[in-house]
């Protein structure tokens, strides 16, 4: 009779106390990567990654009631609080490419300080009718950081501003940045913004542009030639003959 091998046996049949030998194993291969990774992030507590790919809207389900900040980005697409990402009562929320790891606050903490960098947004949708957006302003200035729907968004014709409030109308759909009340202004960071010129028609995507526009990629096969394919002024940007593209604008 040949005496089988411990070795020889499928995992499911070896014996009670080969069991408690493997888990010892496997639990000793995963302690140190575990602690390492610790060591390596330099943060803890409960850490999720939310990644945007292909500029899509991204909701990941995680604790906000004690506030969520942003450890890690992992993309080279700009991750800022109220454009590119983030919260809602269930989670965090990213888009337009931006990928990190966020962590919930414990109770007790305190936001992290330093450069972080936040914008103030106000979200207004105009359903063709005239609609208000309250908004406490104190004198500060507003402008269209990106246009949401496929009906443009000029200012003083579909958009406005008035003591507080917003309005949109005429199918305006938007998110409006408002800046500070001390007079410094907005955020100086460039924003993504992309627009798409389907079945090669001409569209305008509106933007409040004030410094300028840059092509930072292409994503169409046809060609984006500037004056041609695309173009901008100070109200947004324009695609044309099939132009798809992401523009870095500020």
Not at 16 to 23: A, D, F, H
Not at 72 to 84: M, P
Not at 206 to 230: D, F, H, N, Y
Request: one cysteine or more; charged letters at 25%; proline letters at 4%.
């Amino acid at each position: 009779m040949k005496l089988l091998d411990v070795a020889d046996l499928p995992l499911w049949s070896a014996p009670r106390w080969t069991w408690t030998w493997w888990t010892l194993v496997l639990c000793s291969a995963v302690l140190p990567v575990t602690a390492a990774s610790a060591a390596e992030t330099g943060y803890a507590g409960q850490v999720v990654r939310c990644q945007s790919r292909d500029m899509e809207w991204v909701h990941c389900d995680m604790p906000v009631a004690n506030g969520v900040d942003l450890v890690r980005q992992l993309s080279n697409n700009s991750c800022i609080r109220g454009t590119e990402w983030g919260t809602d009562r269930s989670g965090v929320w990213v888009t337009l490419g931006c990928r990190a790891e966020f962590r919930s606050r414990v109770a007790g903490s305190s936001a992290e300080t330093g450069d972080r960098k936040v914008r103030r947004v106000l979200r207004c949708e105009s359903n063709g009718r005239p609609q208000n957006c309250p908004v406490v302003l104190q004198g500060a200035p507003v402008r269209l950081l990106r246009q949401l729907s496929s009906m443009p968004c000029r200012e003083g014709h579909s958009w406005g501003v008035r003591r507080n409030e917003v309005w949109v109308t005429r199918g305006c759909q938007g998110d409006f940045e408002v800046g500070a009340t001390d007079g410094s202004g907005f955020l100086d960071m460039p924003r993504t913004l992309v627009c798409e010129s389907k079945s090669r028609q001409r569209r305008f995507c509106g933007a409040t542009i004030s410094k300028g526009v840059r092509l930072s990629k292409q994503l169409s096969g046809s060609a984006c030639e500037e004056g041609r394919g695309w173009g901008w002024d100070a109200r947004g940007v324009w695609v044309d003959n099939g132009c798809r593209a992401e523009f870095q604008v500020n």
